[in-house]
C-alpha cells in the first residue's frame, strides 16, 4: 500500500518525533534506579527475611533495564515511508494470466508486452508496508540489514538504467521486486518470499498473511508483527514490550513510534516465519537464518 505524503515531512530518522519513546525510557529508568535503590537497602539490612524481597526487587530491576533496551530498540529500527521515486509510471509489468485473460490475487506478477499506466502513488514511492517490513527484518536480524529506503533506492537505480539502455526483461523483473515490497496479495507475497535470500541474506524465512489471534500470541513471543489499522488504510510495525505494552512503529511522515491499543488494529497481519516449520522469528533466533 502507498500513501500520498503530499507536503509532509520525510524523514529518515525519528527526529522531534522521538518524544513518546524518549519519555517511555526516561520513566524505565528511574523504575530502574528505584528498584535498584529497594535492592540494596534490603541486602544491606543484614535481616533474614529481607532477603527474598531483594530478590523480587533485583528482579524488576533486570525487567525496567530489558524495557529500556528494547525502547531504543525500536528508535534504532524506525523509519519513515519518505518517498523514493521513479521519473515514470508505464510499466512494462501486469498480474494479467495471457491464458485466461484475468487476474486474481493469487496471479503472480510478470512482464507484459506492452506497458500498463500505474497510479501516480506507486511511481511516488511512499508505501507503509514495505517500510513497516523493512523495521521488522532489521528488527529481527539486525541494523546491517537495508532499510527499506536504501532498498527502493537501489531497485530504482537499476530500473531507471534499464530502461535507459532498452532492457525491458531487467525493467520488468526489477519492477516486479520493487512492486511486492509493498504488495500484501497472495501472489506478490510468494514473490516477495522469493527475494529475501538476495535482499536481507538470510534462508528459510518467510512472510505470511496471519490471523488476528496468531498474531496476538506472536507478539507475546517477542516477535514483530505486521498489522494494519482499524479500517485497513494503513500498515504499522507492532511489538510487545518485556512489560507487556504494544508499541507501533508508524512510517506515516509525521507518526513515528507511539504506545498503540490492541483495538487500534484492524484485520490483516503479517508474520516473520520459518518457511518449514511456520514457527515465528524472534531477535533472539536470528542467527539460525543467516546464510
Known amino acids: 500500500m502507498y500513501i500520498a505524503t503530499g507536503a509532509a515531512r520525510a524523514h529518515a530518522g525519528l527526529g522531534d518525533l522521538a518524544g513518546e519513546v524518549d519519555q517511555a525510557i526516561k520513566a524505565a529508568e528511574r523504575q530502574k534506579e528505584l528498584h535498584l535503590a529497594r535492592e540494596k537497602r534490603l541486602s544491606a539490612s543484614g535481616r533474614a527475611a529481607d532477603g527474598a524481597a531483594a ?31 521513479l521519473s515514470y509510471r508505464s510499466y512494462p509489468v501486469t498480474k494479467v494470466d495471457p491464458a485466461t485473460r484475468r487476474a486474481t490475487p493469487d496471479s503472480p506478477w510478470r512482464r507484459s508486452a506492452t506497458r500498463q499506466v500505474f497510479e501516480q502513488g506507486e511511481a511516488d514511492g511512499s508505501f507503509c508496508l514495505g517500510t513497516a517490513r523493512g523495521m521488522a527484518f532489521r528488527t529481527i536480524f539486525g541494523l546491517e540489514q537495508p532499510s527499506h529506503r536504501e532498498v527502493l533506492t537501489g531497485l530504482n537505480r537499476s530500473i531507471e538504467a534499464a530502461k535507459k539502455a532498452g532492457d525491458t526483461d531487467t525493467e520488468a523483473r526489477l519492477l516486479i521486486s520493487r512492486i511486492v515490497s509493498h504488495s500484501h496479495d497472495p501472489g506478490s507475497l510468494k514473490q516477495f518470499n522469493q527475494d529475501l535470500a ?17 498474531a496476538m500470541a506472536a507478539l507475546k513471543k517477542g516477535a514483530p508483527v505486521l498489522a494494519d489499522l482499524e479500517g485497513g488504510w494503513h500498515w504499522v510495525l507492532v511489538q510487545q514490550s518485556p512489560r507487556g505494552r504494544l508499541w507501533a512503529s ?34 533472539g533466533s536470528a542467527v539460525t537464518y543467516r546464510t
Open 55 to 85: 530478590r523480587r526487587e533485583a528482579a524488576e530491576y533486570w525487567s525496567w533495564q530489558a524495557e529500556i533496551d528494547f525502547l531504543k530498540g525500536l528508535r534504532a529500527t524506525y523509519e519513515s515511508q519518505a518517498g523514493v521515486p
Open 198 to 214: 538476495a535482499r536481507y541474506g538470510i534462508k528459510n524465512t518467510e512472510v505470511r498473511s496471519a490471523t488476528r489471534a496468531e
Open 250 to 283: 508508524d512510517p506515516l511522515s509525521g507518526s513515528g513510534v507511539r504506545p498503540i491499543a490492541a483495538g487500534e488494529l484492524g484485520s490483516r497481519y503479517e508474520l516473520i516465519v520459518d518457511a518449514a516449520t511456520g514457527a515465528v522469528i524472534a531477535p
